[in-house]
């Protein structure tokens, strides 16, 4: 008996052995295909165009940039710029909903090819991640109940409320650490806690902000512009530069036909109204003026 079941136990390995290695044939090109060093392999132009679909993730609750309508559909500025990129590329788009923590990991283990989630360009994301050119242009935004605070110093022993992995944390921590802050995922959760009284005040980018507090009674942007002037633009996982340089080309290109203020027009004019010169805003062909 015991010499039979050794005899079994050998040939389980044998055969386990086989489907391993069947399994990490060199002929994988999906997504999902890991270097030897356990990163996921970022997918070419080439690959993106004959799977026949592009991975973009963007968010789903922050509009209006990125979020889901009341049919299901995503709708925004970045994802007006999404539905291009497809059509250019000539693929369909797998949407993949984000929060804000999770933008960089999502690249880094290849779960989507391009952020386009309000993405705003800094010096340590750029260490791990690789920003195209910019198509935005953003500072923070602090809004309370009738904008009762004008300045980050009046909310000193306060609590803002703040969305993880944002700007508005790292400034906050950094800058202002006599603030408290209290910090949620989704913004979703956020603007609830704001609402709720949780917190006395909540920043983000101003450009979202200003769009909330008009479509809220008796809140209001008392810190319209803080911090320094950043960008937005797309990322890619850190070295694809196949990818990147596609990116690159595409936001000049768009440039020249005044792409993103034809955006702005479709997607957020009915949302700021007369309040804010779409210059102040917009970036066309990677340009800062």
Known sequence: MKKYLKSFIAVLTIVSMAVLAGCGSSGDTSSDKTASNGKSTARNVEQIKQSGEVII????????????DANGKYQGYDVYFAERIGKDLGVKIKYVSLDPANRVEYLKTGK?????ANFTVTKERAEVVDFALPYMKVALGVVSKNGQYTSAEQLNGKTLIVAKGTTAETYFTKNHPEVKLLKFDQYTETYNALLDGRGDAFSTDNTEVLAWAKNNPGFAVGIPNLGDIDTIAPAVQKGNVDLLNWLNEEIKTLGKEKFFHANYEVTLKNVYGDTVNPDDLVVEGGELK
Do not use: M, N
């Open 57 to 68: 993730g963007v968010f789903s609750d922050k509009a209006p940039f990125g979020y889901v």
């Open 112 to 116: 989507v090819d391009i952020v386009l």
